[in-house]
C-alpha cells in the first residue's frame, strides 16, 4: 500500500489521521513533499518514507508552501504501479497522482485545498507583499490542477459534513462523510472543585481559527480567557489588543494542556473548521464548548447539549453567546454527557468504517485479501 501525505513537517490533525491509517497498514510506504523527521512521531518515523522531487528543493522544510507550483508535477513523476492499494491523505496536493488503472485509489479529504479556495481572499489578505502579488496567477492554475485531478481517486472521503459539502462545489464529487479519529482515551474530567473559573482558546494562533474574536470579546466581558498557542509573533500583536483578563500561555506541553481543558468553564472556538478535533478533546475532558455554528463545528458540537453555537462571526454574538451559556446550566451539566459524546469520534470507530469502505473497494477493484485483513 502507498500513503501519499500533503506533507509531513509537524503533527496535527492530519497527521493524526496518517497515523491511525498507519496502524491499519504498518508496512506502508508514506510519499510526501516535505520531512521533517524530528517534528513526526516515532510511529509514523517507522514507514519508509518517500520524498517527491519537491523535498530536494532549497530549505524545503521550511518552504515547501512555497513550492506549491513544483507539486502538481511532483505528483505526476511518482510511479506507483507496484502497489496494489493507493490511499492520498488530501489538504494539499496529494491527491492527484497517477494509478495503474486496476489500483483502486481512495482520497481521504481533509480539505480542499483552502488557500486557492473558499479561503483564498483570508490567505492574500495576510500574506507578504510579493506573495500577494503572485497568488493570482498561481492560484489559477492551481484551481485548474485541481479541478482536473479530482476524477483521479476512485472514491473520496471527507472529514466533516462541512467538508463534503466543499468537495461537492469544487470537485463536483460525492464523498462520504468519516469523521477523524480523536484519541478521546486521553482525556479525563476533574471535579467541580479541580475547575478553575477560566475559559479557553486553544490552537494555532492563524487568523482563520479568529483567536483575535475570542480576546476581544473577554476583554469586552471581563471575564478571564486563557489562550493557548502560537506563534509568538501573532501572540504579542493580539496581546495589544487585550485586557487584563486575558492571560496568554504560550505553547504548552500535552500533560498540561489536558489540564487546562479539564479545569475551564468551557472551550471558545470561534474559527470555521474543516472539522476541528479540540472541541471533542475538551467534551472528552468533560467540559462543553462554545462554537462559531459553522462548519466543522455543526457534527461535534450539539447546540443546547454539549454546548452553544453562536451564528455570527462577531464579537457581539460570541458576548452574546457567552451570557446564554452562563445562564443554561451547561457549566453544571454531568461530565459523562460530554464524554458519551465525544465518544463517538474515537480511533477504532475510525478504523471501522475506514475499513468498510477499504473492503468495499476490495470487492469493485480486487484489493488483496492481506489489505482486507489489515483494514479489519
Request: with cysteine.
Amino acid at each position: 500500500m502507498a500513503i501519499i501525505h500533503y506533507w509531513l513537517v509537524g503533527m496535527r490533525g492530519g497527521e493524526k489521521v496518517l497515523e491511525s491509517l498507519s496502524t491499519m497498514f504498518p508496512q506502508a510506504d508514506i510519499f510526501t513533499h516535505a520531512y521533517v523527521p524530528a517534528k513526526i512521531s516515532e510511529k509514523l518515523r517507522r514507514h519508509r518514507v518517500i520524498v517527491t522531487s519537491v523535498g530536494r528543493l532549497p530549505m524545503a522544510h521550511r518552504l515547501y508552501q512555497k513550492y506549491l507550483p513544483f507539486m502538481p508535477a511532483a505528483l505526476d513523476a511518482l510511479d506507483l504501479s507496484g502497489y496494489d492499494l493507493v490511499l492520498s491523505s488530501e489538504a494539499g496536493p496529494a491527491k492527484g497522482v497517477i494509478t495503474p488503472v486496476d489500483t483502486p485509489h481512495l482520497c481521504y479529504c481533509h480539505s480542499p485545498m483552502r488557500y486557492i479556495w473558499d479561503q483564498y481572499p483570508v490567505y492574500r489578505a495576510n500574506a507578504g507583499f510579493l506573495t500577494r502579488q503572485l497568488m493570482p496567477a498561481m492560484a489559477r492554475r492551481m484551481r485548474a490542477w485541481d479541478v482536473a485531478t479530482a476524477g483521479r481517486p476512485d472514491r473520496i472521503v471527507a472529514n466533516s459534513n462541512h467538508v463534503a459539502r466543499r468537495v461537492e462545489k469544487f470537485w463536483r464529487r460525492d464523498a462520504e462523510v468519516i469523521h477523524p479519529p480523536v484519541a478521546v482515551d486521553q482525556f479525563r474530567p476533574v471535579a467541580a472543585d479541580q475547575r478553575g473559573g477560566y475559559y479557553l482558546w486553544l490552537g494555532e494562533l492563524a487568523p482563520y481559527k479568529r483567536p483575535d474574536l475570542a480576546v476581544e470579546a473577554f476583554t469586552r466581558l471581563k471575564r478571564p480567557l486563557f489562550v493557548i498557542g502560537g506563534p509568538d509573533a501573532a501572540e504579542a500583536e493580539l496581546a495589544r489588543r487585550a485586557g487584563d483578563t486575558v492571560r496568554f500561555l504560550g505553547r504548552v506541553d500535552d500533560a498540561r494542556l489536558r489540564r487546562y481543558l479539564a479545569g475551564c468553564r468551557a472551550l471558545i472556538f470561534p474559527g470555521e473548521e474543516d472539522f476541528g478535533i479540540v472541541p471533542v478533546e475538551a467534551m472528552a475532558s468533560g467540559r462543553p464548548v462554545i462554537a462559531y455554528g459553522r462548519g466543522g463545528a455543526l457534527d461535534s458540537v450539539v447546540d443546547g447539549e454539549t454546548g452553544l453555537l453562536f451564528d455570527t462571526q462577531s464579537v457581539d454574538s460570541l458576548v452574546d453567546a457567552v451570557e446564554r451559556f452562563e445562564a443554561s446550566g451547561l457549566e453544571q451539566a454531568d461530565p459523562q454527557r460530554f464524554v458519551r459524546h465525544a465518544a463517538t469520534f474515537a480511533e477504532p470507530i475510525f478504523r471501522q468504517k475506514m475499513a468498510r469502505v477499504l473492503m468495499e473497494m476490495g470487492v469493485e477493484g480486487g484489493v488483496r485479501p492481506s489489505y482486507v485483513a489489515a483494514a479489519e
